[in-house]
């Protein structure tokens, strides 16, 4: 027992209770079994066979950061999102690797930052108009995306990846002013147009259908990248000649 007048930091400590929960790879069915005290500002459940949503998420009036990446969560599990005002704060909401087959609605978090549905099943960008224009980072690959669609409200994004979709053209990318990195490997695209954009410093289009390389002259891009993404997988992409060696021009003028 400690001594009249001495402090015991343990003694406080214990009654303190966790900011964190990290629940990955427990492959658990429901949440009912653990706790989840209203302190909680990140929870990960990551890896596990969630087919629902807890309603106790929906309390959790400190909640950040979400994480449900990995589960069995179709639009009907995650459908009670829209509903949970009480963390309309959240920051980072990652639904990647499950069952959705379109955007879920997330209007109603008006801080949002990050926002990761890759790996799902969705067939197009319609209900991202609704979503906060707060948003610094968007994924949305491995998906069935066929247009890139409202995004235009995007000012403050960062950071696109539509990687492995199924898009055919660059478009609606021009208020996208803050834009750095953008990723679209993997897709249909034949022809570069970045919109005016002159903001991103990374772009991947690897294992396109490119034919030209008419369109990266108004980017102020890292060229070291450009060359790592295009010739790491150059015997693929099938360029003619010319492509390449107007690539390398365009990089003589810019070194």
């Known amino acids: 027992m400690a001594e009249p007048g001495n402090h015991d930091p343990t003694a406080e400590n214990d009654d303190v209770e966790p900011t964190v929960i990290d629940l990955s790879s427990c492959q658990l069915r429901e949440l009912s079994s653990v706790e989840l005290p209203p302190t909680?500002?990140?929870?990960?459940?990551?890896?596990?066979?969630?087919?629902?949503?807890?309603?106790r998420i929906s309390q959790l009036s400190n909640?950040?950061?979400?994480?449900?990446?990995?589960?069995?969560?179709?639009?009907?599990g995650v459908l009670p999102l829209s509903s949970w005002h009480s963390i309309s704060a959240l920051e980072e909401l990652v639904l990647r690797d499950n069952q959705l087959k379109k955007i879920p609605?997330?209007?109603?978090?008006?801080?949002l930052l990050v926002f990761d549905v890759s790996?799902?099943?969705i067939?197009?960008?319609?209900?991202?108009?609704?979503?906060?224009?707060?948003?610094?980072?968007?994924?949305?690959s491995k998906n069935?995306?066929?247009?890139?669609?409202?995004?235009?409200?995007f000012h403050e994004l960062q950071i696109l990846e539509l990687g492995s979709?199924?898009?055919?053209?660059?478009?609606?990318?021009?208020?996208?002013?803050?834009l750095q990195e953008l990723w679209l490997g993997r897709n249909r695209i034949r022809i570069i147009d970045l919109?005016?954009?002159?903001?991103?410093?990374?772009?991947?289009?690897?294992?396109?259908?490119?034919?030209?390389?008419?369109?990266?002259?108004?980017?102020?891009?890292?060229?070291?990248?450009?060359?790592?993404?295009?010739?790491?997988?150059?015997?693929?992409?099938?360029?003619?000649?010319?492509?390449a060696l107007s690539l390398l021009s365009m990089i003589c003028r810019n070194v």
């Open 40 to 55: 909680l500002v990140e929870v990960d459940v990551t890896a596990n066979r969630l087919t629902a949503l807890d309603p």
């Open 63 to 76: 909640l950040k950061k979400l994480s449900l990446r990995q589960n069995i969560l179709n639009d009907e």
């Open 105 to 111: 609605d997330v209007s109603i978090f008006k801080k």
């Open 119 to 121: 790996f799902n099943e």
């Open 123 to 140: 067939t197009s960008l319609n209900g991202l108009s609704d979503a906060s224009n707060t948003l610094k980072e968007l994924y949305v």
């Open 144 to 153: 069935e995306v066929t247009k890139i669609e409202e995004i235009e409200h």
């Open 165 to 178: 979709n199924k898009l055919r053209v660059m478009e609606n990318l021009q208020n996208l002013t803050s």
């Open 195 to 243: 919109c005016g954009l002159k903001c991103i410093k990374k772009l991947s289009l690897q294992s396109n259908r490119l034919t030209t390389m008419t369109g990266l002259e108004v980017a102020t891009v890292d060229y070291n990248y450009i060359i790592f993404c295009f010739l790491l997988k150059f015997i693929k992409f099938n360029f003619y000649l010319v492509s």
